[in-house]
């Protein structure tokens, strides 16, 4: 981001799985323990490590924590830079 004229804007990227508004808990957290689950068997480890990759699992909480903080975080990047969509 630096080299495009955006010094201290830093992006990650990341992927998760969603949940319709008002699943109840303990669906989210069955479906949450079984991603985890599947992201810890070496098959799926290894074909994320080959593509310089990294799988990191937490807990819903985390996941809703870092959606909210990225979003306000970019929002305000873009807000400051003037972006608009097409």
Partial sequence: MAEAGYPGVE???WFGIFAPTG???AIVNKLNDEFRKA???PLVVEAVRSQAAELVTGSPEEFSELVKVDGERLRKIVNEVGA???
Wanted: aromatic share 8%; no cysteine.
């Fill in 11 to 13: 992006l990650d990227y």
């Fill in 23 to 25: 699943t109840p808990d």
């Fill in 39 to 41: 992201a810890s068997l």
């Fill in 84 to 86: 608009k969509t097409d």
